[in-house]
């Protein structure tokens, strides 16, 4: 599968239907899930029909994206933009517990802050977290994403929202 951004670790391609045991296994860990709102899968089979299912990227011609160890090949976690029914588009990430601390969601947000402003043009991108996942308040103010608002959403009561447009955009903040 072709890689769409690459950074010095780190390859960042379309999901594949051979990512559901480990995109299971990510999304079984409770502590890797206790912040984002979302419900683990049931079983393996819950996430190969979410990975067969998932259209973003034949919709938006963007997703979320697997991010792979460029040194051993390991499926680490995601990465990626989403569009929302307002319009809106988010950067989010999620990555193996054993993974956290190694600038692995800083890395891969990086890249795609700017394939999404250089490559696909977008003029502002959103990032959100819930007020207690201070892990992720960090990241997207190492991204220096401006502080935007407090508001629920979807399902995370009292989220942080943050925002980056094109104009105070600058890869050479990083």
């Known amino acids: 599968m072709k890689t769409i ?3 010095e670790r780190l390859a960042l391609r379309e999901f594949k239907q051979s990512d559901a045991k480990v995109f299971f296994e990510l999304n079984s860990n409770p502590e ?3 912040y984002t709102g979302d419900e ?3 079983n393996l089979s819950a996430a190969e029909i979410f990975l067969d299912l998932y259209s973003d990227y034949a919709r938006n011609g ?10 051993n090949g390991a499926f680490l976690g995601w990465c990626g933009l989403k569009r929302h029914a ?3 588009v988010d950067i989010g990430f999620r990555f193996f517990q054993h993974e ?7 890395e891969s947000a990086q890249a795609t802050l700017d394939f999404g402003f250089n490559s696909l043009h977008l003029k502002e991108i959103i990032g959100r977290a819930s007020k207690q996942n201070i892990g992720s308040l960090r990241g997207l103010e190492k991204l220096k994403m401006q502080f935007w608002k407090y508001d629920d959403c979807e399902g995370i009561p009292d989220s942080v929202y943050y925002r980056m447009d094109k104009f ?3 890869k050479s903040d990083f």
């Open 5 to 7: 951004i690459e950074t």
């Open 32 to 34: 890797v899930m206790k």
């Open 40 to 42: 683990p899968f049931q």
């Open 62 to 71: 963007f997703g979320r994206w697997a991010v792979i160890s460029k040194s």
């Open 86 to 88: 307002d319009g809106m």
């Open 100 to 106: 956290w601390g190694k600038g692995y969601a800083t």
């Open 168 to 170: 105070q955009y600058s």
